[in-house]
């Protein structure tokens, strides 16, 4: 009789504890940036989102690497080519540099480029991989910078950076 009684007290408290507490939102934004996210991929967390300033970081400490975005100016004409040749220019001036190489990118953002390189800054090797498309409110230049330590993860890094394009809004 007392179980039953305690499965019956266990029952109505937790019909009285009324409903559940709606699903925190994942979106992310960023006013300054005029961006918004859907969301995130799986392996980043929100480092930072202050002012113009929205940076990721993958959840796994040990991996280190640091992923954000940059706005352009609003201009007429935006050429991607001529970003990614500017960005191979900044590359290539580092310390040790290794231009990797860009490739274009199409779906249903539009077109996008990204460029890759890799170069030595405080006696570590570091590799930073670019993303370069046209703002969603256009005529502007958004940058995705995911720069991180070089190892054998490079692909999965790009394909994580890539994968961020899905999130924009």
């Known amino acids: 009789m007392s179980r039953y009684l305690t499965v019956v007290a266990v029952l109505l408290a937790l019909s ?18 005029g961006l918004s996210l859907s969301g995130l991929p799986p392996g980043l967390v929100v480092a930072s989102n202050q002012g113009s300033s929205l940076e ?35 590359m290539e001036g580092l310390p040790e540099a290794d231009y990797k190489g ?25 590799e930073e991989t670019a993303v370069f498309m046209i703002h969603p409110s256009g005529n502007r230049l958004l940058v ?21 394009i899905s999130y924009i809004e």
Do not use: M
């Open 144 to 164: 995705i910078h995911y720069r991180y330590p070089a190892g054998d993860d490079s692909s999965s890094r790009v394909e994580q950076v890539i994968d961020v």
């Open 56 to 90: 990721l970081r993958p959840v796994d400490e040990w991996k280190k690497g640091i992923l954000w975005f940059e706005v352009g100016p609003e201009r007429e004409g935006v050429n991607l080519v001529a970003a990614v040749k500017n960005h191979q220019e900044q």
């Open 16 to 33: 009285c504890a009324g409903p559940a507490a709606p699903p925190e939102s994942t979106s992310i934004t960023n006013i300054d940036l």
């Open 102 to 126: 860009g490739q274009e990118l199409t779906g249903d953002f539009g077109s996008a480029f990204y460029s890759r390189g890799q170069y030595v800054e405080n006696g570590e090797r570091l």
